[in-house]
């Protein structure tokens, strides 16, 4: 098949020859590449959307024969991430012997369980759904994709007929129907009915295109898309104002980014009335476009017309009635807001309950996912911020369908008993249920000031491996972007960001926890470790030594609490602090008055903190480590020649002094410290604030008494 590639302005054209060259003879390899391509344009399907499939020849291990085996995106997966574990190679005669077993649309899911006995390679991933929409057309190479363009006109009052008239026929149309059996026999017939048609549209779903090889099918693919979209630019603006014309104008940048910090804290604390979740802010400009304009009453309660779209952000989003300028700081803002809360959370029972059938699931949470706030943004909510952000990212592709569908004709949602018999169908609650159980700090968000390296990265670590979002920060950018990258890379980027942060500075805090919010919605969790260490005597101690011992230790402490605790508080979830204090804050030593007393102090402020912030659900508890050597900036600063001198000891000795000196005779680590800290958040501890573990090998004079 031939293509102008230049003509592609609507759609990114990837393909590397010589790569593809390299894969040649390799038709699974080829198909992973196509499909890694197409996955890596959002404009073409969304995350974890649409799936490919090939057909080859295989050697059959039980006869040694050549079998026709389709080898198709499992479920689950997503294609721009997709590798050969993410498929399922079945055998292809049996799929198609499976239309005897057949018993018709009541009967669907019935069917799912049959794919697996037509597994061709044991080590598959499940077959999806989507498995017999490609098994029963007979090209090699086929594509199912979810593209805003094509959905735009599948989602559009007329769009079977613009269809048409658009490809003059080259591309068929099957109306909206649920994902199944019967859909695959569908699209047979409609390529039976239409011999030599290039794809098929699928109403308010998506689209089918194909090839004889990975290319033909990738090409075929990018010119239908490019079609689609090069029809409705043709026409956006053309005869009527892009969704009605704006309503209002949005705040500036940096505007719309505090308001959206300031908020996102009480709607996420709203939204966790079920379960504790992680949210994303997003203010791209067409969102804007659609959250500002006049149409945006009629259309946002419509809801979405892709099955893939409404699963990630349910029916329909929640628009706040808040001015673009609205003191968001006033404490009546959570009463204000909390009855569009529980209307929603009544709409949705009601949907539930006037669609339900005998067999549904039991309801889900209730609360919405997409909130928009017109001159803002738009937030989305979800129990974890990979969630969180695919979601926004789905309402982004419905916006874009809607913006297309209403340039050409007039915009459709699927109708309500549809939406709900994909969102509650029980093969998708099946594959809830399999997901793996939640870790101990998923859906919660940590900050953990000092976090570029030492105590403070261990800490962050630990909370990441158990589920939590983390917040690295540091005054050293550098040490930032190195833990970054590190976490990113282990975890995910989904998991953690980072910001600069001087404790004994305001405004650096108000900007750290402002940061916070708008990545994650709030925060849960915050560990006061940002320290220093300084040993000297008290004759060679200077005043400005010790002020920054207590500016660091002590009111560092208390700045970055007050600042949390403002946000916990609009939260109203509850909340953990814990401190980071040492040893030396009930253990007298030499050459220590500036930094064991400054500790002492910091103990006490947890203790008072602790008996102020109960009421809130807010526990604040201390960890009190002693001689953390590997990877600690505490020894940095002449702090380990001072303790040597003190001990009359080499630096070099150290280690195995404060080894010996301890009960248990060990040697502490970071990750000892971080332990100690999961364990007051883990959820065991929920019952305890005011207390302080000591995690020093044991040190006598350091026993609370």
């Known amino acids: 098949m031939s293509a102008d590639l230049n003509s592609f302005k609507h759609v990114s054209y990837l393909w590397d020859s010589a790569e593809a060259a390299s894969l040649e003879g390799d038709e699974v390899a080829l198909l992973i590449y196509r499909s890694n391509l197409l996955g890596a344009d959002l404009r073409l399907t969304n995350y974890g959307g649409g799936n490919t499939s090939c057909k080859v020849a295989e050697t059959d291990p039980l006869t040694g024969q050549a079998t026709p085996v389709m080898w198709v995106k499992g479920s689950g997966g997503d ?3 997709l590798k050969k574990s993410g498929l399922a190679a079945l055998y292809l005669d049996r799929l198609h012997k499976l239309e005897n077993r057949y018993r018709g649309l009541e009967h669907e899911d019935e069917m799912v369980g049959l794919f697996n006995h037509c597994i061709f390679d044991l080590d598959s991933k499940a077959p999806s759904i989507d498995t017999p929409l490609h098994a029963f057309l007979p090209f090699k190479h086929i594509d199912h994709l979810h ?32 994902p199944g059996f019967d859909l695959g026999l569908k699209l047979r017939a409609c390529l039976e009915e239409n011999p030599g048609i290039r794809g098929i549209m699928l109403g308010s779903h998506g689209l089918f295109t194909w090839g004889d090889t990975a290319y033909e099918s990738y090409l075929n693919t990018l010119g239908v898309i490019e079609t689609c979209a ?55 400009a067409k969102v804007l476009e659609f959250i500002n304009s006049n149409d945006l009453d009629r259309l946002a309660p419509m809801g979405t017309s892709c099955p893939d779209h409404f699963l990630r952000t349910k029916i329909s989003p929640l628009v706040l009635d808040l001015a673009v300028d609205a003191d968001l700081s006033q404490p009546a803002l959570r009463d204000e807001l909390l009855p569009a809360f529980e209307a929603y959370r009544q709409m949705y029972a ?32 979800a129990k974890d911020k990979q969630t969180a952000r695919v979601a926004a990212e789905f309402y982004a592709n419905a916006i874009n369908v809607m913006r297309g569908a209403e340039a050409i004709s007039t915009y459709t949602s699927l109708p309500r008993q549809e939406a709900f018999d994909i969102e509650y169908w029980l093969l998708e609650e099946a594959k809830l249920q399999r997901m793996p159980k939640p870790k101990p ?29 983390v917040v690295i ?5 550098g040490r930032i972007e190195e833990t970054i990258s590190q976490f990113s890379k282990t975890f995910g980027r989904d998991s953690v960001a980072g910001t600069l942060l001087n404790v004994t500075d305001h405004a650096s805090i108000d900007e750290a926890l402002e940061a916070t919010s708008l990545a994650f919605g709030g925060v849960d969790i915050v560990v006061n470790n940002a320290g220093i260490s300084i040993s000297k005597s008290i004759e060679e101690h200077s005043i400005e030594e010790w002020d920054r011992l207590y500016d660091i230790l002590v009111k560092g402490q208390f700045m970055v609490s007050k600042a949390a ?29 500036g930094y064991g007393s400054a500790k002492a102090a910091q103990a006490h402020l947890s203790r008072l903190l602790a008996a102020e912030l109960g009421a809130d659900g807010i526990r604040v508890n201390a960890v009190n480590p002693d001689a ?52 007051f958040v883990c959820g065991l501890m929920n019952k305890s604030t005011g207390n302080a573990l000591n995690v020093d090998g044991g040190v006598a004079m350091a026993f609370t008494r």
């Not at 593209?147 to 909206?176: M, N, Q, S, Y």
């Not at 059938?357 to 996912?369: G, K, L, Q, T, Y």
């Not at 280690?655 to 301890?662: D, E, I, L």
């Open 79 to 81: 294609l721009g991430t």
């Open 147 to 178: 593209p805003d363009a094509a959905i735009a006109i599948a989602a559009a009052k007329d769009g079977e007929r613009i269809t048409k008239e658009l490809f003059g026929g080259a591309i068929g149309w099957v109306p909206w129907q649920r």
């Open 230 to 284: 090069a029809y409705i630019e043709e026409h956006l603006g053309r005869e009527k104002l892009v969704f009605g014309g704006q309503r209002l104008k949005s705040l500036p940048a940096a505007q719309r980014k505090k308001q959206a910090a300031e908020l996102a804290p009480v709607l996420r604390g709203l939204c966790s009335s079920g379960q504790p979740m992680v949210g994303h802010f997003s203010d791209d």
């Open 350 to 381: 009601s949907y539930y309950e006037n669609c339900r059938h005998d067999n549904s699931p039991a309801i889900r949470d209730a609360n919405p996912v997409i909130i928009l706030y017109p001159g803002v943004g738009m937030f989305s909510f």
């Open 441 to 469: 700090l998923t859906g919660r968000i940590a900050l953990v000031t000092g976090s570029g390296g030492g105590i403070g990265r261990a800490i962050a670590r630990k909370f990441a491996e158990e589920g939590a979002c």
């Open 473 to 477: 920060n540091d005054i050293d950018q």
């Open 565 to 593: 605790v403002r946000i916990m508080r609009k939260q109203q979830t509850g909340g953990d602090i814990l401190n980071i204090v040492s040893k030396n804050a009930v253990v007298a030593g030499p050459n220590n008055a």
């Open 628 to 679: 953390v050597i590997a990877d600690s900036n505490i020894w940095a600063g002449g702090w380990a020649e001072g303790r040597a001198r003190a001990y009359g000891i080499t630096v070099e000795e150290l280690p195995a002094y404060y080894a010996k000196r301890t009960l248990l005779n060990k040697t502490i680590l970071p990750e000892d410290i971080a332990n100690a800290c999961f364990l």
